[in-house]
């Protein structure tokens, strides 16, 4: 699709954008800051359509050879560099120089896109640094990443800053509903992502919704589940490594919410409101302090995944704290 189809919450980043386009004032570095999900694709996606027309930059016309490129999925001017397993090297980084070193082929500006810009490397920063400080002519940098605070602040000065923010949680809410979401799926979606759309509608495909209620299944068990099954559990969830991390954000969440529910009177705070009868129930099951050390544990496992860890080990320990055993 082309052009600039409006991004829910994110108007003041495409206003931005837009002013510069049709000021011919575009600036040579643009950073879109903030967590995945909110959009920054689709923006993304109209300003590098813009550039890539050499007929109507505001609006892009779709029909001359760099659109027709650009839709095709491969205009020689778009540069896209993205995580080369964990990290952006230093090889990476200097490829793009060589090609930015070039005239445009096609359209009246070379674009260049690092998507996760948190994982340069530090020699990968400095040398992007560089080319941030002396930008060819008509050359836009694109960076992508969760946060300003990861990455070098040289790099980010060198930058303009468009924040991409969570929009609410109401407004996502009514979202989902138009988008054909049940009330309850949409409104628990809509806490669980934090407003962020993408993250929502991620959440609401089948396979992950499902995923979510059995987790919900094996948590809201506890505690009194008894000691075998705690060592199933840690031996069945540490078998898959690519889900322990949806399974310890669900963990939080659910804890978080028992919390809430075991000191407060605020039902409307409850993230997981689609499982709020089950929360309340389990919630009297547990002392304020137990529900304290269990997100601690919780959280720590998180903290300790990184290294190279017993995952299974680790998981036993939280299914006894949550079972409320002393290991
Ligand atoms: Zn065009």
């Known amino acids: 699709m082309l052009g600039w189809e409006p991004v829910i919450g994110q108007e003041h980043v495409q206003e931005v954008l837009q002013q510069a386009l049709a000021k011919g004032r575009l600036g040579h570095a643009y950073l879109f800051s903030g967590p995945e999900g909110l959009g920054q694709e689709k923006v993304l996606d109209a300003l590098a359509a813009s550039l890539s027309c050499s007929v109507n930059i505001l609006k892009p016309c779709g029909e001359c050879e760099g659109c027709r490129a650009y839709a095709g999925g491969n205009h020689p001017d778009l540069h896209r560099v993205v995580p080369d397993g964990a990290s952006i090297k230093l090889d990476q980084i200097r490829s793009l120089q060589q090609v930015l070193s070039l005239h445009p082929y096609l359209g009246s500006y070379r674009v260049c896109i690092v998507d996760g810009a948190e994982a340069m490397t530090i020699q990968a920063a400095n040398s992007f640094l560089k080319m941030l400080e002396e930008p060819g002519d008509r050359v ?4 992508l990443c969760r946060s ?3 990455l070098p602040k ?4 060198r930058c303009q800053v468009l924040p991409f923010r969570p929009i609410p949680l109401s407004v996502l809410q009514d979202r989902l509903q138009e988008e054909g979401a049940p009330p309850n799926k949409a409104q628990a979606a809509a806490f669980l992502s934090g407003g962020r759309p993408g993250e929502a509608q991620r959440l609401l495909q089948d396979e992950n919704w499902q995923e979510r209620e059995r987790i919900i ?3 809201g068990a506890f505690p009194g589940v008894g000691g075998a099954r705690v060592l199933a559990l840690a031996e069945e969830w540490s078998k898959d490594r690519e889900k322990v991390d949806l399974f310890l954000d669900m963990a939080l969440l659910w804890y978080r919410d028992l919390l809430v529910l075991a000191t407060t009177d605020r039902k409307d705070l409850v993230v997981n409101c689609d499982h709020l009868p089950e929360l309340v129930n389990q919630a009297q099951r547990y002392a304020p302090g137990e529900l304290l050390r269990a ?3 919780i959280e720590g496992c998180r903290s300790k995944l990184a290294g190279n860890v ?3 080990l680790l998981l036993e320990d ?5 079972e409320k055993e002393v290991v």
């Open 148 to 150: 300003t605070q990861s």
């Open 318 to 322: 939280i299914f006894f704290t949550l």
């Open 154 to 157: 040289t790099v980010v000065s």
């Open 217 to 219: 299944g094996d948590l």
């Open 140 to 143: 836009v940098f694109i960076l």
């Open 310 to 312: 017993n995952l299974r």
């Open 295 to 297: 997100l601690e544990s």
